[in-house]
């Protein structure tokens, strides 16, 4: 039942002020665009008469601001006011909670880091020093305890370092030599650093340009001749002779095979003449009969063959 009044009160609202809008609306229609003062001040106070708030310059619209501020600080204190009791209440709880745990010394000493550099047998005879609370029996145990557990070496005990180096030496730890009775001793010398505490050192194996060549030179058959830019040139120069020769004897064979443009200017690059400025170095010769060579020119072509030297040197002379 409650709901619904508070529904048909939220409705009853909002019915009330979209009825004030329409009022201000139709006293202040076409005057909104209007930037007279007069006109604008008018505007304001046909909204304050309808809507029933004071305007924003008066005493009274100052001293609700401040009336509703004083009223949102006294709402923020009373809130931080409960949270810090709650907060100091929370934290006597978690106190008394801690204070009820009880302190186990034994716990205690096995959260603690071993020391690998004291023995814990002689460390556990100085704590049972305490003879206040014995008895004849624990006393007479202890006496023999300790004149078995004497040790009457310095020799470090091979089953304490391997567990060691393999990190499996612990509170828990036995050994397997005896346990307790065991006549070597259970810890380190002072000093003394273990082997996988030293640092490795790192062997530089990257083998340099100049140890890389020189090892593949040795690597080389003997009666192998020394590069230089003669023999490297002389090598050069064979092969090309060689790539030219199998070159030649292949078009001798197949008519038909066409040779590309680099191949010809390999052949002779007298054959070709840029465009550009051909006609300046054209120089016409009355003794050679241009149709003759034009002719062998073009047979050589399709054949194939390098032209005679006389003739490449006449025909640098023309524009083809």
């Not at 443009?261 to 006609?279: I, R, S, V, Y």
Request: net charge negative; with cysteine.
């Amino acid at each position: 039942m409650a709901g619904a009044n508070a529904k048909q009160q939220k409705a009853q609202q909002k019915a009330l002020e979209k009825q004030k809008q329409k009022i201000v609306e139709d006293k202040t229609f076409g005057l909104k665009n209007k930037k007279s003062k007069s006109v604008q001040k008018y505007i304001k106070s046909v909204q304050q008469q309808v809507t029933g708030q004071p305007p924003k310059d008066s005493d009274k619209y100052i001293a609700q601001q401040n009336k509703e501020k004083e009223e949102k600080n006294r709402i923020l204190q009373q809130k931080a006011l409960i949270a810090s009791l709650f907060k100091t209440t929370e934290t006597v709880k978690q106190a008394s909670m801690d204070s009820q745990k009880l302190y186990e010394p034994k716990q205690a000493r096995m959260d603690q880091k071993i020391d690998i550099y004291l023995d814990q047998r002689i460390q556990r005879s100085k704590e049972d020093d305490n003879m206040s609370n014995w008895d004849i029996s624990t006393l007479e145990g202890v006496v023999q305890q300790k004149n078995t557990n004497a040790c009457t070496t310095d020799i470090i005990c091979k089953y304490f370092l391997q567990a060691v180096e393999s990190k499996k030496y612990g509170w828990f730890w036995v050994c397997p030599n005896g346990g307790d009775d065991c006549k070597y001793r259970h810890c380190l010398p002072p000093g003394f650093v273990l082997s996988s505490d030293v640092p490795q050192e790192v062997e530089d194996d990257e083998e340099t340009l100049e140890e890389k060549i020189e090892r593949q030179r040795r690597e080389l058959p003997a009666g192998g001749e020394m590069v230089t830019l003669e023999t490297f040139t002389r090598w050069r120069e064979e092969r090309e002779k060689g790539r030219l020769d199998a070159l030649k004897e292949k078009v001798s064979k197949d008519s038909t095979t066409q040779l590309t443009g680099k191949d010809l200017f390999t052949f002779n690059p007298n054959l070709f003449m840029d465009d550009e400025g051909a006609a300046d170095d054209f120089d016409y010769d009355e003794d050679i009969d241009l149709e003759e060579l034009i002719k062998e020119n073009e047979y050589n072509l399709t054949k194939g063959n390098v032209l005679p030297s006389d003739v490449s040197d006449s025909l640098s002379k023309l524009s083809i």
